[in-house]
């Protein structure tokens, strides 16, 4: 999530056009790379989509009685398609928000009443330092002592860990269209934000849920769940049922559907995405078909060089741009006329522009179909998945192997001009082999070898070796693959590869009409050369790279290098760490309850100044000109 701004700020600034990352894929490396991508692409969101679905059947079976699997696969499809059809991306920022506030809001409800509340109900509760007595007691991690980050086991489901979290944020469309929708600087605030506010979470509902779990089962003398129900994720709604009755239930199943329908309405849209703009648009009905680079996608003639040259103007582009272009604005005025008197809807009659309109309203309409049908897709998936026997562990441990390799080729195409189709094609397949065998082979090590397939490829070492064999040879078969066969040799080669995907562009909606106050005082013709853009955006760029750099440093090396320092933490130590995740929550939650409407509120301040400076210009503009009427 941290190392995620310094990469997306390079492809906001080399691709500031695309519409998915595959669409970069296509532009660099051709059909072929970008087909075994789409695969890569879809199964990514298959196994997010799946996790979802396995968490939130879970979590509303635990909390209401005798609800069959259907009726949850009924609600959640129903919530996901809807939500992203009637939202759409633009709405998903503000109900996410409300979605972050309710949740850091029953965050520090639980917590507090969990960790700092006592009760005649659950005595040991609410007193820390019982809860430390009771559970140092317990057996585990390092001198079997729970008061330990010392684990062989945690060592390595960090490494892992680590891995699969890279590759699930990159390969997902999801989290690259967040992005996409966002300027170079909002997108590094926003995910380094994101990043720490998402750390906050789970560190500290975990804290919360695991310790109370751990001192109600030390009370009881026996485990309230069995190792399944724990792997199926019904801590914390036990805990929360226990200590807060059917409110803790209530508050647990809402906060959980929230993130259920943030996360899976993203999903649907990510899938929705990639079937319109990069199967339907590209193979099955493109605008323009055998259509080369560099063309002109409304005439199918070459487009305009920057530079003056010797070509033809009968073989080159001419085609307005369409914000001059006078019909397109009567054809805009004239839909929008019909819409508000009789609803009709008019034909666009601008000879350039308008084909491709029509075209554009089609693909939206499409992706609407689409969003539907991805929707009442989840039910029939969803049902076999439950079928299937596979928890939420092995989904995100095991299934995420199968799109590790693929991780490290779609970040060089944005960060090395080198990479080659051979490379990625190679390295990503490859990779997918070597991950799945050295899987496989790992859990034959373990009782009834692959007869027991889901407990004995969930096990830790074969989630490691799978893991680290599938990133490895993807990566060192890309790297080497590329460099035998790239032909670049001069920065004149470099810049041609990097403008393949500087070309992506909508020419409705041209991207450099988003970037124009950021490029103020620049000289261009159409849209800026790529060095302009890159000296734009260089101060984005300094951020991405020291704020990433240093909070990835902090939280994968610092932090954990510090608890690691102490073989058993005592009870002022533990005290302190507790302190610290419940001040580190309650702090991003202030600042996620308070810095978005804050920044609407500049921004709609900030508007009207430039409307009030507008106005008054107008205004002398009228006056000097009665004036200059008066003086004739």
């Known amino acids: 999530m941290f190392l995620f701004p310094i990469f997306s700020v390079h492809f906001k600034t080399r691709a500031p056009g695309a519409k998915t990352y595959l669409q970069v894929i296509n532009a660099r490396f051709g059909k072929k790379a970008h087909l075994v991508f789409c695969c890569f692409a879809l199964v990514t969101n298959l196994v997010v989509i799946t996790g979802l679905l396995l968490a939130g059947k879970t979590t509303m079976q635990s909390v209401t009685v005798n609800v069959s699997e259907e009726y949850t696969l009924l609600v959640m499809a129903t919530l996901f398609g809807s939500y992203s059809l009637i939202g759409g991306i633009g709405t998903t920022f503000y109900v996410c928000y409300f979605n972050l506030s309710f949740t850091f809001i029953v965050l520090t409800v639980f917590f507090t009443t969990v960790l700092c509340t006592n009760t005649s109900a659950f005595p040991n509760l609410g007193d820390i330092s019982k809860m430390y007595d009771i559970v140092s007691c317990v057996e585990g991690s390092s001198d079997n002592n729970l008061m330990s980050f010392r684990s062989a086991g945690g060592i390595v489901y960090g490494i892992v860990g680590f891995i699969l979290a890279c590759s699930l944020t990159y390969c997902n469309q999801s989290a690259w269209q967040n992005r996409i929708a966002a300027k170079p600087m909002q997108g590094v605030l926003g995910f380094i934000f994101a990043g720490l506010m998402w750390i906050a979470i789970p560190s500290t509902l975990g804290n919360t849920t695991g310790l109370a779990y751990l001192t109600l089962s030390a009370e009881n003398r026996t485990h309230l769940l069995t190792a399944g129900q724990i792997d199926q994720g019904l801590v914390s709604p036990l805990i929360a049922e226990k200590v807060l009755g059917p409110a803790g239930g209530i508050m647990i199943l809402s906060m959980v559907f929230m993130a259920l329908m943030s996360t899976g309405s993203g999903e649907v849209m990510a899938v929705s995405s990639i079937l319109v703009y990069d199967i339907y648009q590209t193979y099955i009905r493109p ?25 033809n103007e009968i073989d080159v582009c001419q085609c307005p741009i369409v914000t001059s272009c006078k019909q397109c604005v009567e054809d805009i005025l004239r839909r929008e006329v019909n819409k508000s008197t009789d609803g009709s809807i008019s034909i666009y009659k601008c000879p350039v522009h308008g084909p491709y309109r029509m075209y554009q309203d089609h693909l939206i309409d499409f992706k609407n179909w689409c969003i539907i049908w991805v929707a009442i897709a989840i039910i029939p998936v969803g049902l076999m998945i439950f079928s299937s026997g596979i928890d939420l562990n092995w989904i995100f441990f095991v299934g995420a192997i199968v799109i590790i390799p693929a991780f490290p080729a779609i970040i060089l195409a944005v960060m090395w001009e080198k990479e080659t189709s051979e490379g990625i094609i190679t390295g990503s397949i490859s990779g997918l082999l070597a991950g799945i065998a050295a899987t496989l082979i790992s859990a034959t090590r373990y009782d009834g070898g692959l007869s027991n397939f889901v407990v004995n490829t969930s096990q830790e070492y074969p989630i490691l070796a799978g893991s ?7 990566l060192i078969v890309c790297i080497v693959v590329s460099a035998l066969t790239h032909k670049i040799k001069t920065k004149a080669d470099a810049d041609a590869e990097w403008q393949k995907i500087y070309d992506i562009d909508n020419p409705l909606n041209p991207w450099e009409q988003n970037y124009r106050e950021e490029l103020k005082g620049q000289h261009y013709d159409k849209k800026p050369s790529f060095d302009q853009m890159a000296a734009a955006f260089r101060r984005e760029k300094n951020i991405a790279y020291i704020s990433g750099g240093s909070i990835t440093v902090l939280f994968t090396f610092i932090i954990p290098g510090i608890m690691l320092s102490f073989p058993v933490i005592d009870e002022t130590q533990f005290k302190i760490w507790i302190g610290l995740t419940q001040a580190w929550a309650v702090l991003m939650g202030i600042i996620a309850i308070v810095a978005p409407p804050t920044e609407e509120f500049l921004k709609i301040q900030r508007q009207r100044r430039k409307n009030k400076e507008h106005e008054i210009n107008l205004l002398r503009e009228y006056e000097y000109s009665r004036d200059c009427d008066l003086s004739t």
């Open 287 to 311: 605008f323009r078909r055998s259509l080369e680079q560099a063309q002109c996608v409304l005439c199918g003639k070459a487009s305009k060089p920057d530079t003056d040259t010797s070509t």
């Open 468 to 474: 680290c064999c599938s990133l490895g040879v993807g």
